[in-house]
């Protein structure tokens, strides 16, 4: 799966996000190692902190579905290239710090960068837990 394919499937769904309040659409492509794709929307809310930005939906609909393994995901919106969100980086950092988060203007003009890259010296409770992310 190429990134500009897995752009262009976040731009599928970009119509579905549901943002009254912002008007900031945004979509998510989310590739799992063992090929599945899971898509997410952001999903506003009146009460604005119930707002779930389209990369947490992705990622818990994948979650949901067992997969927890992750290779790259990339991120839309409706207003040009967007930049991950703090909370988006901490709640998919739970599960890799290596997947590549790809963004851009459009399908022909992406960026990939780690999430490494984005999060250094990320919060983890990994010597507490046994389960979660090991590195
Ligand atoms: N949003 C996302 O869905 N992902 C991001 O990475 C940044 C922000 C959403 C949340 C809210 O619905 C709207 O964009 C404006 O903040």
Redesign the pocket.
């Known amino acids: 799966m190429e990134d500009k394919e897995l752009f262009q499937m976040a731009e599928s769904v970009l119509e579905n996000a549901y ?1 009254p ?2 008007k ?1 659409k ?1 979509g ?1 492509a989310l590739l799992s190692e063992d090929g599945r794709i899971f898509t997410g929307v ?1 999903v ?1 809310n009146a009460s604005y902190g119930g ?1 779930i ?3 947490r939906t992705a990622c818990v609909k994948a979650v949901s579905e067992g997969a927890v393994n992750f290779r790259s995901i990339a ?1 839309v ?1 409706n207003k040009g290239k ?4 703090g909370i ?1 980086r901490q709640f998919i950092s739970e599960f890799s710090m290596d997947i590549e988060v790809i963004t851009g203007e459009d399908s022909e003009h992406l960026q990939s960068v780690k999430l490494r890259d984005l999060l250094p010296d990320s919060f983890t409770l990994q010597d507490n837990v046994e389960e979660g992310r090991k590195k």
């Open positions: 943002a309040y912002s900031f945004v998510a952001n506003e707002t930005c389209a990369e991120v919106s967007v930049c991950m969100c988006c």
